[in-house]
């Protein structure tokens, strides 16, 4: 084999045995991983790539498409993969959450370490110097791409860059994260990239790639009302067909059971998506603060979007200080949508109906 069948060989096969990824068929995405594309092949930028977005857009779908895609032919020599993920749905809708919602470093440190052939000490609480250490003094044509998966549990993701990418380390490697929590702005050398909501061709596709064949015959008209209260979202889409093939229903009563978020289903998807962002609103800004800026959108209808000065008042948060932080962490967690340059707000409709009706 070549140097380049190996390099490409070892990168698919890292993939393979570490990537937890949902091989469905991606629709509509190829805009989105053309520009990271783009990013990976940056030879002066684009040193930490993120991936952001609400939960359920296929986020680690992207990564995994970009990094089997590319990351040869980009230049990179060795790959690595681990996910900070600490909670999972399971395919029937249910919840699994791991023991410990703690982000082990060290352990990660570790995992990486293993897939890069780099050597670590016997006391683990060297390791994570040790790794910085060993990807600084790796020979000057290997280059190391990282992905960290599934940042969304995480306090701080500034922690990350911090044990991954210091100034010494990154160069000229990269590291992919995939995460709810916005970035811009909080750490040098970082491009992101929003990923969001399928557009109604690219999602009508993909519905009727999961369905039966009543739905692949169905009307464009029939099946645009999945679109609208999934808001074009892949993991509502898939778990919305999963549920009307097997209950049996007719399309309007999932419809309405999945826009009431009032079963066990929707309950877990609403956990799944927001109830994380919404505890680590919590902790940022207070219970109070938290509970105020996101019940401001009830007097909305959902989906309706509102302005600076309107959300204000109908938080009642009186310290114009405390409610920008609100805002402000609201809206790096994807809970609060900004639009057309961030004069107005808006959130999902199933977000507004679980904090409204909750």
Partial sequence: LSQSSRVEERIQTILRNTAV?????????????????????????????????????????LAYEIVARYAAAAGFTRVAWVSAK????????????NSSAELHWINLVKKLADQLDIGLGDNS???????????????????CLLIVDNLETVDDVTEAIQYLGGNQVIKP???????RYALLGKAQYLVERHATGLDIEPALHFIRSLGNEDIV??????????????????????????RFLTTHLPLA?????????????GKNIIDYLYAESLTVLEE???????????????????????DYQ??????GIEDEEMFRTALQVACDLALIRTSRLNSQYSIHSLLWKFVCNG
């Fill in 21 to 61: 990824v949902d091989h469905t068929q991606l629709f509509g995405v190829d805009t989105f991983i053309e520009k990271v594309k783009d990013d990976l092949f940056a030879s002066q930028a684009g040193w930490i790539i993120s991936l952001f977005g609400e939960g359920g857009l296929g986020k680690t779908a």
């Fill in 217 to 242: 015959q169905a009307s464009d008209d029939e099946l645009k009302s999945i679109v609208d209260v999934t808001e074009g979202n892949p993991l509502l889409i898939k778990l919305f067909v999963t």
């Fill in 173 to 179: 490697h990269k590291i992919i994260v995939t995460t």
């Fill in 86 to 97: 600490t909670i999972q749905l399971l395919p029937d809708g249910a919840l699994l959450r």
């Fill in 125 to 143: 609480s060297g390791w994570i110097h040790d790794f910085q250490h060993g990807i600084r003094s790796l020979p000057a044509d290997e280059r």
């Fill in 310 to 315: 309107a959300l204000h008042a109908y938080s």
């Fill in 284 to 306: 940022k800004c207070g219970e109070d603060a938290a509970h105020k800026i996101m019940n401001a959108f009830c007097p909305l209808s959902a989906g309706e979007s509102i």
């Fill in 253 to 265: 009563l999932v419809l309405a059971e999945l826009q009431a978020v009032n079963k066990r289903i």
